[in-house]
């Protein structure tokens, strides 16, 4: 069973910056690949990244392209979102989300449904 633990939100200024942090325990934490979403209210669960086993490999949603950087430490098994220049549109709920199948060629990394354990969510609210 794999637990993960988001930190970091908080309230901040249009402009400002933030860095989530989630740490993972149970499994293999190296062989997960991890990613962060987002839901604000009203709104569906959205992708915002996703990082490989290595951390060599990240992806973004367009929206945060430039602002935002994901990165990891295994060592710590954790995982950050390092968010810059934030809007009030990032305003939402951040969840982290592991994958710990074997993904296959077709995985879509921007889908919910690809990850296999959820965080409990952190808020993060950006105000004009």
């Known amino acids: 069973q794999v637990q993960l633990a988001e930190s970091g939100g908080g309230s901040v200024q249009a402009g400002g910056s933030l860095r989530l942090s989630c740490t993972a325990s149970?499994?293999?934490?190296?062989?997960?690949?991890m990613g962060w979403f987002r839901q604000a209210p009203g709104n569906e669960r959205e992708f915002v990244a996703v990082?490989?086993?290595?951390?060599?490999?990240?992806e973004y949603a367009d929206s945060v392209k430039g602002r935002f950087l994901m990165s990891r430490d295994n060592a710590r098994n954790a995982v950050y979102l390092q968010m810059n220049s934030l809007k009030p549109e990032d305003t939402a709920v951040y969840y982290c989300?592991?994958?710990?199948?074997?993904?296959?060629?077709?995985?879509?990394?921007?889908?919910?449904?690809?990850?296999?354990?959820w965080g409990q969510g952190t808020q993060v609210t950006v105000s004009s």
């Open positions: 989300a592991a994958r710990t199948r074997i993904p296959s060629p077709s995985t879509k990394w921007r889908v919910g449904d690809e990850y296999d354990y």
């Open positions: 149970g499994g293999t934490f190296s062989r997960f690949r």
């Open positions: 990082i490989s086993w290595t951390g060599t490999s990240t």
